[in-house]
């Protein structure tokens, strides 16, 4: 008779946006997770399918380090968004208020008879459309602000990750040795 060696693995599905996909493949795999299949679905997401050996020596010790990333990696991602986020409610708001001036205008020169509300109407209306015109440039240096203020806390989210990972990965390494 001849024996196989047997494996019994653990198994996981994640699912995250296409272009955070190298860096949570990155993550798990530094945890001695194994990417079984990648599949890209029609919203944008990727699904990583992972397996990793059931019965690795510091297996604990590397799914706390591995909440450890993940929480680390949602406080990346929290922190990217809220890069443009508050530029972005505030010309929405702001796009949204030179709309209505300028449908205001429009409304005051078709609805309203005689020259005066219709150069009060134009008027108007060219102040929406300088309201609109500069909302982008106002949008592009509010986010440039915060993204500035922001950078030394995603360098520094980032240099944890990276730590976190070493950790698990040089557990890795004492479980080959």
Not at 19 to 26: L, P, S
Not at 117 to 132: E, F, K, S
Not at 141 to 148: D, I, R, S, V
Request: proline share 2%; charged share 25%; net charge positive.
């Amino acid at each position: 008779m001849f024996e196989r060696d047997f494996v019994a693995y653990e198994y996981k599905t994640v699912s995250v946006k296409a272009k955070d996909q190298a860096k949570t493949m990155d993550v798990y795999e530094a945890f001695g997770w194994e990417v079984t299949s990648a599949a890209q679905t029609l919203d944008g997401h990727a699904v990583l399918s992972l397996k990793r050996d059931r019965k690795q020596r510091h297996r604990t010790e590397l799914t706390k380090l591995e909440r450890q990333a993940e929480d680390t990696l949602d406080a990346l991602r929290t922190l990217e968004r809220s890069k443009t986020l508050g530029a972005t409610v505030f010309s929405s708001i702001f796009g949204c208020i030179g709309a209505l001036v300028l449908g205001g205008g429009m409304a005051l020169v078709m609805q309203v008879g005689g020259v005066p509300a219709m150069a009060g109407g134009i008027v108007l209306g060219l102040l929406g459309i300088v309201i609109c015109a500069v909302n982008y440039p106002i949008f592009k240096k509010m986010a440039a602000k915060k993204t500035k203020s922001l950078l030394p806390v995603i360098d520094q989210t980032e240099e944890k990750l990276a730590l976190l990972l070493e950790k698990g990965n040089d557990l890795l390494s004492a479980e080959q040795i």
